[in-house]
C-alpha cells in the first residue's frame, strides 16, 4: 500500500534562499540569451553613402569578424577610422580613434588621440587600389578590440564612423584639408543614421605665440578660417 506523507510547509528563510535561486538561474539564461544574439548581429551593407564622395559596403566574417570595403571616388589616399566621441573628430575627442589608411599602395592601421599619427601596422590580406580614376580600400577586422589601441565594432548599436581623403593625385599620406566628416552608422541594420557634426573653429584674438608674435583668429563659413598673424616690436 502506498503511503503519502503530509506536504511540510516551507519557513520563511528557506523560500527566500529558493526564490534568490530562481531568479539566478533566470538571469543568467537571459544574459546568455543576450551573448548569442550579440554574435549573430552584423547584417550586410552594399554601398553605404557615409560622405559625399565616400562609400563603405561590408559582411559578417564568420561569427566575431567583419570584412569592410570603403570607395572613394577619386584617385587618392582615403581613410576610415572608428572614433570615440560625439563630433567628428581623428582624436575621438582625446579618447582616441581606430584608422585604417589606405595610401601607397597598402592599408596601414593607426591609434592616434592626437592631430598627429604614430607608427601604424601593415593590416595583413587588405587591398589598396587606385584605378580609373577611383580608389577602393579592403580590409578585415575583428569586432572586439583587442587592446586599448583598438575600438570595438559594436553591431546594433550605432556608432561613429569617420572619413578622409586628399585631392586628387595624393597618394602618400598627408594633410587631407577639409576633406573629412562622420556618420554614425549601424552595423546590425546596415543603415547610417545620421551625419556627425564636425568639430567648429571658435574665435580668438591677439594669441601670444611667441615673444613678438600674436594670432587672432575666426571663422568666415564651415570650411574656411580668417588668420591674422602680428608682428611687434
Not at 89 to 110: I, K, N, W
Amino acid at each position: 500500500m502506498l503511503c503519502l506523507k503530509p506536504f511540510r510547509s516551507l519557513d520563511f528563510p528557506s523560500m527566500l534562499v529558493l526564490a534568490a535561486a530562481a531568479l539566478t538561474f533566470l538571469g543568467s539564461h537571459a544574459s546568455g540569451d543576450a551573448g548569442e544574439r550579440q554574435l549573430a548581429t552584423v547584417g550586410t551593407g552594399m554601398d553605404l553613402e557615409i560622405g559625399e564622395m565616400v562609400n563603405m559596403s561590408f559582411e559578417a566574417e564568420g561569427t566575431d569578424s567583419i570584412q569592410i570595403e570603403v570607395t572613394l571616388n577619386e584617385a587618392s589616399w582615403v581613410a576610415v577610422g572608428f572614433s570615440q566621441g560625439s563630433v567628428t573628430s581623428m582624436t575621438g575627442q582625446g579618447e582616441g580613434s581606430d584608422l585604417f589608411v589606405c595610401a601607397d599602395g597598402a592599408v596601414t592601421r593607426y591609434f592616434t588621440t592626437e592631430y598627429m599619427v604614430n607608427t601604424g601596422s601593415v593590416v595583413e590580406n587588405a587591398t589598396c587600389t587606385q584605378v580609373s580614376g577611383m580608389t577602393k580600400m579592403t580590409f578585415s577586422r575583428t569586432l572586439a578590440a583587442a587592446s586599448d589601441s583598438e575600438i570595438a565594432i559594436t553591431p546594433g548599436t550605432s556608432q561613429q564612423v569617420i572619413y578622409a581623403y586628399s585631392a586628387a593625385g595624393s597618394f602618400a599620406f598627408d594633410s587631407h584639408g577639409y576633406n573629412a566628416g562622420g556618420s554614425m552608422v549601424d552595423f546590425a541594420t546596415a543603415t547610417v543614421t545620421e551625419t556627425t557634426p564636425k568639430t567648429s573653429v571658435g574665435t580668438a584674438s591677439n594669441l601670444a605665440i611667441g615673444d613678438v608674435v600674436s594670432l587672432s583668429f575666426e571663422p568666415l563659413d564651415d570650411d574656411s578660417v580668417k588668420i591674422e598673424v602680428k608682428l611687434t616690436g
